[in-house]
């Protein structure tokens, strides 16, 4: 079993940045593919990056291209997500998500955080 704990949520103005969290136990962090989601309430949670087991290899939903970038530290269990240029669309809960692959959707993924709460202000 995996266990992922988010940090980093918070509230900022439009066009600051927050950097995000998620740290893993359980399982060697190293063979994970990971990658963040994000969903807004009445919506379906949606793909927001993801990152290969090795780091490099990364993909990102178009809308945040340019502006956030997903990272991994495999010494120290933790994946990153550094967003800048933030924008008020940008606000949702934050999910990581941890399986035996990388990609964009939602049901490879058999692992996932309790979310953290980000909040842009116009």
């Known amino acids: 079993q995996v266990q992922l704990v988010e940090s980093g949520g918070g509230l900022v103005q439009a066009g600051g940045s927050l950097r995000l969290s998620c740290t893993a136990s359980?399982?060697?962090?190293?063979?994970?593919?990971l990658a963040w989601f994000r969903q807004t309430p009445g919506k379906e949670r949606e793909f927001v990056a993801t990152?290969?087991?090795?780091?490099?290899?990364?993909e990102y939903t178009d809308s945040v291209k340019g502006r956030f970038t997903i990272s991994r530290d495999n010494a120290k269990n933790t994946m990153y997500l550094q967003m800048n240029s933030l924008r008020p669309e940008d606000t949702a809960v934050y999910y990581c998500?941890?399986?035996?692959?990388?990609?964009?959707?939602?049901?490879?993924?058999?692992?996932w955080g309790q979310g953290t709460q980000v909040t842009v202000s116009s």
């Open positions: 359980g399982r060697t962090f190293s063979t994970l593919g």
């Open positions: 998500a941890a399986g035996n692959w990388y990609g964009t959707k939602e049901h490879w993924y058999e692992h």
């Open positions: 990152i290969a087991s090795n780091g490099q290899t990364t």
